[in-house]
């Protein structure tokens, strides 16, 4: 057997998620490409128990402590287990670790991304809050440490492989196409009525509670736009949206002489993440390759604007920047969890972001404490509101 390329030191943070299952799936794949050093769950004991023993991963962390002394009990004693954010943090920086894939929900995954790219590893972003937030700030530091920062959703994944390291300057647009969610084609009448157990249900993807509510609103779309803004270094007016149902095409660039590349596959997150874990290899899987003659059309359309507001409040939060994204998606955080809990209409989630906002005094440039303070201010604000 000839040797191949060595195997890649990686350390999953939020691995009993849909993206972290979805990961382990693919170093389940490519056991000769992927070695899992490190996982990092909130407080999915068993499951990280599982994970941790079939991979023989010798290092893990509990973000919640209070499962720590059960998990203890069910791994191996050479384990070696950790806590809360100083733990994330621990496991981010772990010297062997090649890179680092961020998949937690909310702001947890923040200063453990800052950590890893401090430290010198390359970063796989599966949480969108962090470059929505934090943008500037993660890829400035990136840049400083000469660190990749390597995109996971499909949609940014898609655009990173159409630009093939190509500068901003060659781009006329990013295209992302969105799947319009369970409500492309509700009347705007009907909106104030979507219960919770409906927006639950996606179309074409199966995910996580809080990004199928975002993908229902279209805040999903409106964060990943001011994602994309940062990541790829382009005007958020050079970013745009198109609604394509079948989640096909994984988004588009559209370059300055007028050619259009897309980037296409089934719909399984398996595809992104080998391809940010492998890049810039690509490696041959088990995954289903895309069939077009069982595609029988592919079908684009407008994005709902007036009756979807998230895009262009997205849209004026990147535009805007400084602290105002963070505010969004902090506010955002909050509707959506108090309509997953009854206590606020479909609308109301959307409504009550646009009113953090408005009330919100903008700070440019801001330091991470600033930004984290924006972030509370903006929950506590949305809160008020509601109540
Ligand atoms: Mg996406």
Not at 5 to 19: A, D, E, M, N, Y
Not at 74 to 91: F, N, P, R
Not at 221 to 250: C, N, T, Y
Not at 252 to 280: H, K, N
């Amino acid at each position: 057997m000839p040797e191949g390329p060595p195997r890649k030191k990686v350390v999953v943070l939020g691995s009993t998620g849909s993206i972290g299952e979805s990961s382990l799936k693919v170093a389940r794949d490519l056991p000769d490409r992927i070695e899992l050093i490190g996982l990092a769950a909130n407080r999915s004991v068993d499951s990280l128990a599982d994970q941790l023993n079939e991979f023989g991963i010798q290092q893990g962390c509990l973000y919640d402590p209070t499962g720590l002394s059960h998990l203890k009990t069910k791994v191996d004693d050479s384990v070696t287990l950790h806590a809360g954010e100083e733990g994330l943090i621990e496991l981010a920086t772990l010297p062997e670790a090649d890179i680092v894939l961020i998949a937690i929900v909310g702001v947890a995954g923040l200063r453990p991304a800052l950590a890893a790219i401090e430290a010198g590893k390359d970063i796989a972003v599966a949480s969108k809050e962090i470059l929505v937030m934090a943008g500037e700030q993660v890829m400035n530091a990136a840049r400083e440490k000469g660190v990749k920062i390597l995109p996971v959703d499909s949609e940014h994944n898609a655009i990173f492989q159409c630009l093939e390291g190509k500068p901003a300057s060659d781009v006329s647009r990013l295209i992302l196409t969105a799947s319009g969610g369970p409500f492309r084609e509700l009347p705007s009448s009907e909106l104030s009525d979507v219960t919770v157990a409906r927006a639950l249900k996606h179309p074409t993807w199966e995910m996580g509670q809080k990004i199928s509510i975002d993908s229902a609103t279209l805040f999903n779309k409106g964060l990943e736009m001011i994602e994309a803004r940062w990541l790829f270094d382009i005007e958020m007016e050079r970013v745009d949206v198109i609604v394509h149902p079948q989640s096909i095409v994984h988004s588009m660039v559209e370059f300055i002489d007028g050619s259009i590349l897309a980037q296409l596959s089934t719909t399984d997150m398996c595809f992104p993440i080998q391809y940010a874990i492998t890049w810039p290899e690509r490696v041959p899987n088990t995954l289903t390759p895309l069939d077009f003659a069982e595609l029988a059309k592919l079908d684009f359309e407008r994005p709902r604007y007036e009756d979807f507001p998230a895009l262009n409040l997205a849209k004026e939060a990147g535009t805007t920047g400084g602290t105002l994204p963070a505010v969004l998606n902090a506010a955002n955080e909050v509707a959506v969890s108090t309509f997953l809990s009854g206590n606020l209409s479909f609308p109301g989630i959307w409504k009550t972001v646009e009113t953090v906002m408005s009330n919100h005094e903008v700070a440019e440039h801001p330091t991470l404490e600033t930004l984290i303070d924006a972030d509370l201010w903006a929950r506590e604000e949305a809160k008020r509101i509601i109540s």
